[in-house]
């Protein structure tokens, strides 16, 4: 069972277009979504992230939407790059009872910026 | 800035061998966590460690065993390979367990032949 549902699989925009990639969790009890950016090979670099307590949060190109009541958030990249090329994961997370934050991932999306 | 350091970058077994992976956490991060990711899928989580005590444990295999020791690096033992053992085995860090940023590493690339 996937506890975070993400959506599209795979995008292709042009460069200077604006890529959106939404998901969606069932845990209310979640408070911290980041969204991790993962290039072949390498390991997942965060991006960028928010708590529930704001509907936005912006850094640089990167904008996160967030609507609690839809228990549903997304990224959005602005003016978009073929160095933005990479597999984006949403992820979230919380205070599991005991001392750490494990991450629960989204299935990724494969994001291809045509130059 | 140090980044998490992650060793081998590569390693190719045979069935029923044992493999060790070992992680190195960025500087003054006390919690380590494992994660596995498998071909074309999302990183799961495997298990963690604060201040050397293992903290919370996912979907390990019994074969499978791990540790933090006094320097806060961590090892990962993997005994009995499987031919689905085969995957990037990611380590991230943290501060400490409040903080929910984790840093990850470049990873371990394990194939089982």
């Known amino acids: 069972q996937q506890q975070v549902k993400q959506s599209p699989q795979s995008l292709i925009v042009q460069k200077g277009g604006i890529p959106i990639i939404n998901c969606a969790y069932e845990n209310t009890a979640f408070d911290y979504f980041p969204w991790y950016q993962q290039f072949p090979g390498k390991g997942p670099a965060l991006l960028i992230a928010i708590r529930p307590d704001v509907s936005e949060k912006k850094e640089g190109r990167f904008t996160i939407s967030f609507n609690k009541s839809a228990k549903q958030f997304s990224l959005h990249i602005m003016d978009s790059q073929p160095g933005d090329s990479a597999t984006y994961f949403c992820a979230a997370s919380r205070i599991w009872g005991g001392a750490t934050n494990k991450l629960i991932f989204g299935t990724g999306t494969l994001l291809a910026v045509q130059p | ?113």
């Open chain 2, 1 to 113: 800035a140090a980044g998490v350091i992650q060793s081998p970058r590569h390693l190719i077994k045979e069935k029923r061998e044992t493999a060790t992976l070992k992680c190195y956490p960025i500087p003054r991060h006390d919690t380590v966590y494992w994660y596995q990711q498998g071909p074309g899928q999302d990183p799961q989580f495997l298990i963690s460690f604060y201040e050397k005590m293992q903290s919370d444990k996912g979907s390990i295999p019994d074969r499978f065993s791990a540790q933090q020791f006094s320097d806060y690096h961590s090892e990962l033992n993997m005994s009995s390979l499987e031919l689905g053992d085969s995957a990037l085995y990611f380590c991230a860090s943290s501060p400490d367990p409040n903080t929910y940023e984790q840093y990850f590493g470049p990873g371990t690339r394990l194939t089982v032949t």
